[in-house]
């Protein structure tokens, strides 16, 4: 059965610093492109990062460039969100995606964690 598990989510206030995890289960993580996306309120699902399967294959949406940084430990199936000097604007709940696979190509999604902060 796969599993995308985030957590890592909570309250902060501004400036301050969250890791996000994603523990992925069903699937082998090594073939697999991950991705984290937020879904601020009233918005769309946004792109955050993407961590790719090569090392230092790793990309970021413009707005947290620099203050966010995506890894991954294949060993142990998790995916990493760093992220410092946090703003009020990244409240969001945020998500694990992962895509790949041959010759079947297949997406998953987590369910998310909610990161709020505070001015």
């Known amino acids: 059965q796969v599993q995308l598990v985030e957590s890592g989510g909570g309250a902060v206030q501004t400036g301050g610093s969250l890791t996000l995890s994603c523990k992925v289960s069903?699937?082998?993580?090594?073939?697999?492109?991950m991705r984290w996306y937020r879904q601020r309120p009233g918005k769309e699902r946004e792109f955050v990062a993407r961590i790719g399967t090569l090392a230092g294959e790793v990309d970021y949406a413009a707005s947290v460039k620099g203050r966010f940084t995506g890894s991954r430990d294949n060993a142990k199936k998790t995916v990493y969100l760093q992220m410092n000097n946090l703003k009020p604007e990244d409240t969001a709940v945020y998500y694990c995606?992962?895509?790949?696979?041959?010759?079947?190509?297949?997406?998953?999604w987590g369910q998310g964690t909610q990161v709020t902060v505070s001015p």
């Open positions: 069903g699937f082998l993580l090594d073939v697999y492109r």
């Open positions: 995606h992962g895509d790949g696979g041959a010759p079947t190509w297949y997406e998953y």
